[in-house]
């Protein structure tokens, strides 16, 4: 019996996976893709003013070496720098910072930038934004 062929399924799926490991944010330092650890906020409800603690635990790659991340909170076009950190080479870091006074309530993004999602270097492709969601309460606790 002669083998067959691959069949138009399976060449198309090895297609697919060839795109998926190839292509989008993949580390352009030379490195293997390394995804940054995902971000943690305590509390992720606070009101303005507060000091809230962004975190991030390790991984098993080098997500943070070299790296210098800059956090702001984004609300729409808005961008309100709020701390600097220097992550672990493994990507862990804790960094505490003040919510700004004069922002209004509602919801915003903690985003950080200078991570490796911020190498995305393929125009087509989605890339993530490493950030958290912040809701500033009007609400005062006493």
């Known amino acids: 019996m002669k083998p067959r062929a691959p069949g138009p399924q399976l060449l198309a799926i090895a297609a697919l996976l060839a795109t998926i490991v190839l292509s ?15 971000l943690s906020l305590t509390p ?10 962004l975190s991030a635990d390790g991984v098993k790659c080098q997500a943070g070496s070299g790296r210098h991340y ?10 309100r720098p709020v701390g600097e950190v220097t992550p672990a080479s493994n990507g862990s870091f804790d960094l505490a910072f003040a919510i700004p006074g004069d922002l209004p ?9 200078g991570s490796t999602l911020d190498d995305c ?6 890339c993530a934004a490493y950030s958290i969601v912040l809701i500033v309460d009007d609400t005062t606790t006493e």
């Open 44 to 53: 992720s409800t606070a009101t303005a003013g507060a000091t809230v603690t």
């Open 70 to 79: 800059q956090v702001s909170i984004n609300h729409l076009d808005a961008r």
């Open 24 to 38: 989008g944010c993949a580390d352009t330092s030379g490195g293997v893709h390394c995804v940054p650890p995902a």
């Open 121 to 126: 270097v393929d125009p087509d492709a989605s």
């Open 105 to 113: 309530a509602g919801t915003y993004d903690v985003a950080v930038s």
